[in-house]
């Protein structure tokens, strides 16, 4: 008999779409949709996230980057073992307790998928009401296709 094949990572886009480059996250997410690829649509809290984190052994995530280390528009890529990502998810957000929270208490309560992904967009407008920043706007597409080559060949 076969072994079976490993199901597919599932693909979380994070934010609000009316808070600037927040949005990056459902833009992403109908980009997605509409080459066929299934996507989960949250706000980022971190309990939200540790039930994915629970019922998934790989997770790629979709969510605004503020690094401070590079320009508006750059496309960010971390991957590996879950407990090593913490220190790049922010603990602050517009998420309140997002994602950097949800790292480290599935950490502690050893709850994190085997493998995570973030991908992002280095952002810096998240006022309420605001469109995407030209830059993040400018950078959507590659965004996109990035996720989409790491779910296809996962």
């Known amino acids: 008999m076969k072994p079976a094949k490993p199901?597919?990572?599932?693909?979380?886009c994070l934010g609000n779409a009316d808070r600037g480059d927040d949005a990056q996250g459902a833009c992403c997410a109908d980009m997605?949709?509409?080459r066929g690829i299934p996507v989960q649509i949250l706000a980022g809290k971190a309990f939200e996230l540790l039930d994915y984190f629970r019922a998934h052994r790989r997770v790629i995530i979709v969510d605004a980057i503020v690094s401070g280390k590079?320009?508006?528009?750059?496309?960010?890529?971390?991957?590996?073992?879950?407990?090593?990502?913490?220190?790049?998810?922010?603990?602050?957000?517009t998420h309140g307790l997002g994602l950097g929270e949800a790292l480290r208490l599935g950490a502690?309560?050893?709850?994190?998928?085997e493998r995570l992904t973030i991908l992002g967009i280095e952002s810096t407008t998240f006022?309420?009401?605001?469109?995407?920043?030209p830059e993040v706007a400018a950078s959507m597409e590659a965004?996109?296709?990035?996720?989409?080559?790491?779910?296809?060949s996962a």
């Open 127 to 133: 006022e309420w009401g605001a469109a995407p920043s």
């Open 7 to 12: 199901s597919k990572p599932v693909i979380l």
């Open 143 to 152: 965004l996109a296709q990035a996720v989409a080559e790491e779910w296809e």
């Open 32 to 34: 997605l949709s509409r």
């Open 108 to 113: 502690v309560l050893k709850a994190l998928p």
């Open 70 to 93: 590079e320009a508006p528009g750059h496309l960010h890529r971390f991957a590996g073992p879950p407990a090593e990502l913490a220190g790049f998810a922010p603990s602050c957000s």
